[in-house]
């Protein structure tokens, strides 16, 4: 009896270490920063683009930045870019000044988003963003932007919200799994070779 009690203790204690990991995995890939006023939001384009768009225009609305940065290519060569497409719904349908937003087109990866954003950073006197993606993509996109900038360069992590994942259920469907796990890979891809996408 002793024996089958014991068993029952480990097995509980096996079945919490599992729940606290699959927990500590959404905590991981979406780490939320404290809000402070920046010189810029950027929100780059990939999933639930209508979602990042939100969340940069309610930061940019309630005073955090000056400045709305989109950067992102076209989905095929004969579409606008979304950075262009995330400006014109800013404009059009929260009436954003189109003067206070910065379009970069050419980004296809994380990697080119932080690349091709140095120099627009440099050329506005950019030294802090408030960076705004999904949230399963907020630490690799920080780890990043973080390479290419610099370590002087401050970025606060601020996610937009997806429909399909939630860091608190990221396994409830089989698309929060498929992104946590992508996301999970391409982390320890950076972490072994040292080379970003």
């Not at 979602?51 to 309610?58: C, L, P």
């Not at 429909?163 to 999970?184: P, Q, Y």
């Amino acid at each position: 009896m002793q024996k089958l009690f014991n068993y029952i203790v480990l097995l509980f204690i096996i079945l919490i270490v599992c729940a606290v990991g699959m927990l500590g995995i959404g905590f991981y890939l979406s780490p939320q920063d404290v809000l402070e006023p920046a010189d810029a939001v950027v929100a780059i384009s990939g999933g639930e683009t209508d979602a990042r768009i939100e969340r940069a225009i309610e930061l940019y609305q309630d005073d955090f930045a000056p400045l709305i940065i989109f950067s992102g290519d076209a989905l095929d060569p004969w579409s606008p870019s979304n950075a262009k497409s995330m400006k014109e719904i800013a404009v059009r349908d929260y009436n954003i000044p189109a003067v206070d937003i910065i379009i970069e087109e050419e980004s296809a990866s994380t990697y080119e988003n932080a690349l091709n954003l140095k120099t627009v950073f440099e050329d506005n006197n950019i030294e802090s963003i408030i960076l705004v993606t999904s949230p399963y993509h907020q630490r690799r996109s920080k780890m990043t932007f973080q390479y290419v900038m610099g370590d002087e360069f401050k970025i606060i992590n601020q996610s937009s919200t997806d429909e399909f994942w939630r860091k608190i259920a990221w396994w409830g469907n089989d698309r929060g799994i498929g992104l946590t796990l992508s996301e999970l890979w391409k982390i320890i891809y950076i972490q072994i070779t040292g080379e970003y996408q």
